[in-house]
């Protein structure tokens, strides 16, 4: 297989043996942009899935990189939760002149933490999901970058497991903002009470999941990261048009970020 297009926002496509073709594009309303879910970026899409003509993986790693000038910290090295986070913790760790460590291997028999039913369930598949490299960080300064915490119950066990394994200290950056607001469009985010952003252990969450210091991206670091390089080839195709038509605006979703939502909500 080998990757051709990215189907349009509204179009609908017919696919045959012989061709690709647009059969329609239902129109958006006048000056209504897109809203691309932003969490697809963060979280959910494989690293090498293509979107807004910019692959996944190098989104994450300009996350990190904007993390690393956002929340830079004193240490001895950078690592991740394997795997969706290695992107931006390779952009951390090159942004901010530090070795890229691995301190966790994952266990490949393990699903994902994040949708299992309950918290037992989550903390006991964190608990399976990792084993330690105690080698490569014992008596030294961690930092991991995480793609999000939603609930703060999954990296807790995590930054237990390096303490006990010899980890001198250990900083959590999170290359994503605090998800504070439910989902509407779809997306399985717990409900606003269960989100660790709402609950009054944010404000020292630190010292709740048991790390030196937790700090997360900024809404903006993270809008800039992903529009970066779809701005830039806006420009680029503006120029090279002979007329100046002006390309359309580029939306994203961050209602469980801000709770600003891309359509009014009716009840």
Not at 208 to 217: K, Q, T
């Amino acid at each position: 297989s080998r990757y051709y297009r990215e189907v349009l926002p509204g179009e609908i496509v017919k696919i045959s043996r012989y061709d690709v073709q647009t059969l329609d594009v239902v129109p958006r309303p006048e000056g209504d942009p897109s809203a691309f879910c932003i969490f697809e970026y963060v979280y959910f899409a494989r690293p090498d899935s293509i979107f807004e003509g910019q692959m996944v993986y190098s989104v994450r790693r300009r996350c990190g990189q904007q993390l690393a000038i956002e929340a830079p910290v004193e240490a001895d090295l950078v690592s991740t939760v394997p795997e969706s986070a290695t992107p931006a913790a390779l952009g951390y760790a090159q942004k901010c002149g530090l070795p890229y460590v691995e301190v966790l291997c994952k266990n490949r028999y393990v699903g994902r933490t994040f949708i299992q039913p309950n918290m037992r369930l989550r903390q006991l598949g964190v608990a399976k999901k990792f084993g330690v490299l105690s080698d490569n960080f014992k008596g030294k300064r961690v930092v991991i970058i995480d793609d999000s915490i939603v609930r703060g119950n999954t990296i807790s066990p995590i930054i237990k497991l390096l303490r006990e394994s010899g980890a001198k200290e250990v900083h959590i950056r999170v290359a994503s903002p605090p998800i504070r607001f439910p989902c509407y469009m779809g997306i399985n985010i717990p409900t606003k009470e269960e989100l660790i952003a709402n609950r009054p252990e944010f404000h020292d969450l630190a010292n709740y999941i048991g790390a030196d210091s937790v700090v997360y991206l900024s809404v903006e670091g993270l809008v800039s990261s992903v529009q970066e390089s779809i701005k830039a080839r806006q420009e680029n195709e503006n120029n090279l048009k002979s007329q100046k038509s002006r390309v359309g605006k580029i939306g994203h979703c961050t209602a469980c970020l801000t709770g600003e939502y891309p359509v009014e909500l009716e009840w």
